[in-house]
């Protein structure tokens, strides 16, 4: 059975940091793509960032570029997102997604690309 379970989230001021995590079991790590995604109240869920596991290619939205970091830690099956200087903007749920990187063909940011979800994690940025 795949499993993706996110943890990590929480309430943090303008400007903090968070780390996300997302441990994935129950698939061939290194044969999925993990992509993370929000969804703020109101709004469609987007993509945020994606990770190739195979060759550790990256994508990020532009809203995040150059303030949040994606990796994997492939002894642990595991998908870190780092989050610095955030903002209230960035206020969502935050799930990671899995995808077989066989079938992907387009961009780490799209939801169509992932066949598995996690329930997610809910972070707030205050002002």
């Known amino acids: 059975e795949v499993q993706l379970v996110e943890s990590g989230g929480g309430l943090v001021r303008t400007g903090g940091s968070l780390r996300l995590s997302c441990a994935a079991s129950?698939?061939?790590?290194?044969?999925?793509?993990i992509g993370w995604f929000r969804q703020a109240p109101g709004k469609e869920r987007e993509g945020v960032s994606g990770?190739?596991?195979?060759?550790?290619?990256?994508e990020y939205a532009d809203s995040v570029k150059g303030r949040f970091t994606i990796s994997s830690d492939n002894a642990k099956n595991t998908v870190y997102l780092q989050m610095d200087s955030l903002k209230p903007e960035d206020t969502a749920v935050y799930y990671c997604?899995?995808?077989?990187?066989?079938?992907?063909?387009?961009?780490?940011?799209?939801?169509?690309?992932?066949?598995?979800w996690g329930q997610g994690t809910q972070v707030t940025v205050s002002s």
């Open positions: 990770i190739s596991i195979s060759d550790s290619s990256t």
């Open positions: 129950g698939f061939i790590f290194e044969d999925y793509a």
């Open positions: 997604a899995a995808g077989s990187q066989g079938f992907i063909v387009g961009s780490l940011l799209s939801r169509n690309e992932y066949d598995y």
